[in-house]
């Protein structure tokens, strides 16, 4: 019983310990974590949070204000505003990742084209990347979609295309540091095939910042992706997209205030969200390499 008793007793320091540790890991963390759980459970099946329909009018119920039965209110056409926020989790979140990959991919197939390709190669892609650069992430998709059209997939592949330089030049970066480290040298000095040696050790640690990186970027390519609703050029109304839904509620702030209030706050609180866990990965990252 005695070393029963010392047991728990030893333990009782570890748990005091640990318990305002964990008090102590940011409660706007816990929250943006919530958050972005229940973005996804609303991407993947929003029935679950919001079983209406979001494109259900009723003239009716138009400008019907935030409470009883209409938690968030209704717009214009009286569509429930709650329902139309939640069932555009998916496209917002849609553009965000699937452009990030986009810029991801090729980027760092850019950037390890010019950190390990000859010189002559490397200026020339980087002198491309230094132009394109020179413009803004958002007005460079618009030159893209004025070339490719509107609509929601082609507002992806521009942000997705837009992002690409940006991502190039950090692994090109990245890759000039890893190629000159010792177990490269050692690598090559024990005559392994140089794909092999890219594959498997170049890549993975050239790469591996880049994604956290990457990780912040999703909330920027949201915030891209509204904007190109915002201006007519993503999903096309009465699609049930934070941006459009922005677009066309502008047009009703002395109706209804909350026609822009809540994709506003949908949108501001994602990319917070997202922008929170990606700055703690690359606190982490940074951390254990320190």
Request: aromatic share 6%; hydrophobic share 55%; no cysteine.
């Amino acid at each position: 019983m005695t070393v029963v008793n010392k047991t728990l007793l030893s333990n009782v320091p570890l748990a005091v310990g640990v318990a305002p540790r964990l008090w102590r890991l940011r409660p706007g963390l816990l929250l943006a974590g919530v958050f972005l759980m229940l973005l996804i459970i609303a991407a993947l099946i929003p029935h679950v949070l919001a079983p209406g329909d979001p494109l259900e009018a009723s003239a009716r119920l138009a400008f019907h204000s935030p409470g009883g039965g209409h938690w968030l209110g209704t717009d214009e056409n009286g569509r429930d505003v709650y329902t139309r926020l939640v069932h555009g989790v998916r496209p917002s979140l849609l553009m965000g990742v699937a452009a990030t990959t986009i810029a991801l991919v090729f980027g760092v197939a850019l950037g390890l084209l010019a950190g390990l390709g000859p010189r002559a190669v490397d200026a020339t892609i980087m002198r491309l990347v230094d132009v394109l650069l020179a413009f803004p992430d958002l007005l460079l998709a618009l030159v893209i979609i004025t070339f490719w059209g509107q609509g929601l997939l082609n507002s992806v592949v521009a942000v997705g295309v837009a992002g690409v330089p940006r991502f190039a030049r950090m692994v090109r970066a990245q890759t000039l540091v890893v190629r000159s480290a010792p177990y490269i040298e050692a690598a090559t000095t024990l005559g392994i095939h140089r794909g092999l040696v890219i594959i498997r050790h170049v890549l993975p640690n050239a790469i591996k910042p880049i994604l956290i990186l990457a990780t912040i970027g999703i909330g920027g390519n949201i915030t891209a992706g509204a904007a190109l609703s915002f201006l007519g050029f993503g999903a096309p109304p009465p699609s049930p997209e934070w941006g459009e839904m922005l677009s066309s509620g502008r047009n009703y702030l002395a109706n209804g205030w909350w026609l822009v209030a809540w994709p506003g706050l949908a949108v501001t609180l994602t990319v917070v969200s997202i922008t929170a866990l990606g700055r703690e990965l690359l606190r982490r990252s940074e951390g254990k390499r320190g």
